[in-house]
């Protein structure tokens, strides 16, 4: 079993140890050392990174026999070593973690609300929360009783007891672990079990910083940032929302008004622009039926319409259906067409039954129903052959009727 430095010391940058064995996790060199400073990802938290030697450690892990298996990029001897960890990442998390005891603990002040998961993610972090009905009211209540712990400066001790012990102390939470259990104690405040590491006092954590939340699974997720995240999430936020009002000639907190003006400008426009839109099909589909053939029964309208979506091809075949005696047969055509077949009660003809037979003979696929159908991946070298299958159908069927 490997000693864990870390926690005896979270602040231990530098160490020396003694590589034991050379281990292969898949296509990954890993070793294990006799004690060591690197904390492997465990309890929500995500392990160390630095330097064993010359090598890099990119990932480290503990097995169930209680060894610390430390993924490096590169060869390390057996024997003496020294190691470097990466103190900005970890006093990031350092940060992060003692927030989160103080962030649950407030929640359970506030909203009655224990925490059931967290996680320490690369830019924020979560906690799910028991808590059904959320409100902004409840996290900023949570908020800034976390901020009030912080801004009081107050101790962060690391206890150990064993089972019996632990009831004792008053914790959050349950611990499963057998043996010495470790518990950090937030002054006066919080008392939980935990293995990971942590600040000397919860000033340390500089601030802390509701980013958002949203139900999950019946409960309450959380994602917030302490620390330096949280400072570097907000100055970017903040620059965001300048940049943003300088695109409006005004200061951010004018952004959600005119926004929401915008909007209300944007759906207008559309609605004038689907008016228009309307308009112009109606004068096209009038267009289309002046310049039919007036001699037959049927007012047979053929169209091919290159680049022009099914929807707006669509609703033209209904407009110009909904003249006397008019039949439309049009084709929307990009990489392949697509035919809509529509005709006016006063006519006959089955559209679905047109659009299988010709789909039948010439490639493609589609139905309907008697006054509307339509059919696509048809080859554009077919399209002509579609139109002409189509349109006897339609003249056999008046012409049967007449």
């Known amino acids: 079993m490997t000693i864990h430095l870390y926690y005896e010391n979270s602040y231990l940058t530098e160490f020396s140890g003694i590589v034991l064995e050379q281990r292969k996790l898949g296509n990954k060199s890993a070793v294990t050392l006799d004690q060591t400073g690197f904390y492997p ?38 024997g003496p ?21 103080i962030l649950s603990q407030a929640f359970i002040k506030v909203a009655q609300a224990p925490t059931v998961s967290f996680h320490l993610g690369k830019e924020t972090s979560t906690i799910d929360v028991e808590l059904s009905q959320p409100t902004s009211s409840l996290m900023e209540q949570a908020e800034g009783l976390a901020t009030q712990i912080i801004f009081e400066d107050r101790l962060v001790t690391v206890l150990t007891v064993d089972r019996e012990g632990l009831s004792a102390l008053g914790v959050r939470k349950e611990s499963s672990r057998e043996g010495e259990i470790r518990v950090i104690d937030v002054e006066g405040f919080d008392r939980s079990p935990c293995g990971g590491t942590h600040v000397r006092r919860t000033g340390e954590i500089g601030m802390i910083a509701i980013l958002g939340f949203e139900r999950y699974k019946g409960g309450t997720r959380v994602e917030f940032a302490c620390g330096w995240r949280a400072l570097r999430t907000l100055r970017r936020d903040h620059e965001l929302l300048r940049e943003l009002g300088k695109l409006y000639s005004s200061q951010p907190s004018d952004l959600q008004r005119l926004t929401e003006k915008l909007f209300q400008e944007r759906a207008a426009l559309s609605r004038d622009n689907a008016k228009l839109q309307d308009q112009i099909l109606d004068l096209e589909a009038q ?14 309208v053929r169209a091919t319409y290159p680049g022009r979506s099914l929807e707006s091809v669509k609703v033209l075949a209904q407009k110009v259906a909904a003249h006397s005696r008019a039949i439309a047969i049009l084709a929307a055509v990009q990489e392949t067409a697509q ?64």
């Open 41 to 78: 990802t465990s309890g929500g938290q995500p392990h160390d990174t630095g330097m064993l030697g010359s090598a890099q450690v990119v990932e480290v892990e503990e097995d169930p026999w209680g060894a610390i298996l430390h993924v490096v990029d590169s060869y390390v001897p057996l």
């Open 339 to 402: 035919v809509v077949a529509a005709r006016n009660t006063d006519v006959a003809g089955d559209c679905g039954a047109a659009i299988k037979q010709a789909a039948a003979r010439f490639g493609g696929k589609g139905g309907g129903k008697p006054e509307i159908a339509q059919a696509g991946s048809i080859a554009a070298a077919a399209l002509d052959a579609w139109f002409q299958e189509l349109e006897i159908y339609f003249t056999n069927a008046n012409q049967a009727a007449s």
């Open 287 to 300: 267009d289309l039926v002046n310049r039919a053939d007036k001699s037959r029964r049927a007012l047979l």
């Open 81 to 101: 070593v020294s190691g470097r960890i990466d103190w900005e990442r970890r006093f990031d998390h350092m940060q992060q973690h003692t927030g989160q005891h």
